[in-house]
């Protein structure tokens, strides 16, 4: 497996007015936008060759991935070769090939347009507002998953019963290894009385091709839109179709970046955890908690 497909094409309506002109996807996490820990997620993983699901207003997600000539040549002649890296390091990361969704029916549409690019092989799909710590060790456990027992991969994190209602949930049946469980069907949102549990699907997936067809024959569902959960369903409720849906449940941190609290908890949490800024931040933050 090689590709990577991002959808980014969200309005980022939960973030305004911030991402009024910006995309979701630019918004900084210390000094990084979103979107390059995603991509260097894939790149860790060992996946070079992503495809980006944007729209309108998200020129700056195609700038940020190209090369810089005035910024480059002016930091090149100062000799500041430190920032020089910091503006060079998104540009040759992978190979970055950019789709506009066109109409914006829902996170199942965007990823139906990724057909002609996939072809006939299975791909991973990381969703561009989401970070997962630490970078890359998730996804290389669910490629490994796939690699041996076959069939479809999906990131699973257990979340408050007051979550529920803001993500797609799984139904799941334990298997013999700790950490992988066996999904037996999904729903999009449902009201916390309707959740089938609190495990919840974290934006990260390994699919078979055979997604195409089931989002091609995909009605609108919850919110009007096409909905990636309800053909990723038909999957878990036929075997036939492409083999078993397994659940990876994160071992680690993720964090939905549009979300508010989940910004900020990632924001204090990687600079916390940063060489150079780390200790600093982390002395403010003591006193800083100790003053309230
Ligand atoms: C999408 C998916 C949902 C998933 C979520 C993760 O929803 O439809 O199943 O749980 O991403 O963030 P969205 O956040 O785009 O509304």
Known sequence: MTKVVVPAAGMGTRFLPATKALPKE?????DKPTIQYVIEEAVSAGLHDVLMITGRNKNALENHFDRAWELETTLLGKGDVAKLKDVTQSTGLAQIHFLRQGDPLGLGHAVSKARAHVGNEAF???LGDIITEPLGALLRQMLDVHATHGGTVIALAEVKPDDVAAYGIADVEPTEQSGRVRIRSMVEKPAPHEAPSQLAIIGRYVLPPQIFDLLDETKPGKGNEIQLTDALNELAEDESIAGPVWGVIIDGE????????????????????????GAEFRAW???FIDQK
Not at 26 to 30: A, T
Not at 257 to 272: E, N, R
Request: aromatic share 8%; hydrophobic share 55%; net charge negative.
């Open 124 to 126: 991973a799909l990381l």
């Open 254 to 277: 993720w964090y939905d970046t549009g979300d508010k609290l989940a910004y900020l908890q990632a924001v204090v949490t990687i600079a916390a955890s940063r060489d150079d800024l």
């Open 285 to 287: 933050l003591r006193a």
């Open 26 to 30: 630019m918004l900084p996490v210390v």
